[in-house]
């Protein structure tokens, strides 16, 4: 019983079939690990990849700009050219509730974009980051943590 369990669970990931190969509870977690790194190496459609290791900082930087043009460009430019809370007449911030639309979709980018960043990387790299909340503050102090100065 536990051997079909096995089987038909590890056929869902792989193209291997039980018939062809021996499936045991360790082979279906490599399988799963293999595919968890994949993921976190490459990025997939609705996830960015994984900076995992500050010293990987160079080569993920460029692949993760690219992923976010592909997959998130609106929040993209949040990270390119920052982005502002609108102010009113008395240059004070406007309240969330008393946004326009096209603020809200702005707010929207700018959140996303600061998700995107705090899932990409690791949570020990990111608690050592000094910034404002912002995406673009966010970015910069990982390339300083990185790069140093």
């Not at 080569?59 to 592909?70: I, P, Q, S, V, Y």
């Not at 705090?118 to 910034?131: A, E, G, K, P, T």
């Amino acid at each position: 019983m536990a051997e079909e369990f096995y089987n038909t669970f590890y056929n869902a990931f792989t193209s291997e079939s039980s018939e062809t190969s021996t499936v045991t509870p360790k082979s279906i977690t490599k399988t799963i690990n293999d595919n968890i790194k994949h993921d976190n190496f490459y990025g997939t459609y609705s996830k960015p990849l994984k900076l995992e290791k500050i010293e990987d900082y160079t080569w993920w930087k460029e692949r993760f700009l690219n992923w976010t043009k592909a997959y998130a460009h609106e929040s993209w430019f949040c990270l390119e050219f920052g982005y502002s809370r609108p102010i009113n007449d008395k240059n004070e911030e406007i309240p969330l509730n008393d946004f326009s639309e096209d603020d809200k979709r702005k707010f929207s980018y700018e959140q996303k974009m600061i998700a995107l960043i705090q899932q990409s990387i690791q949570d020990d790299i990111f608690y050592l980051l000094n910034h404002d909340g912002s995406s673009k503050s966010v970015w910069e102090a990982l390339r300083v943590k990185a790069e140093g100065g």
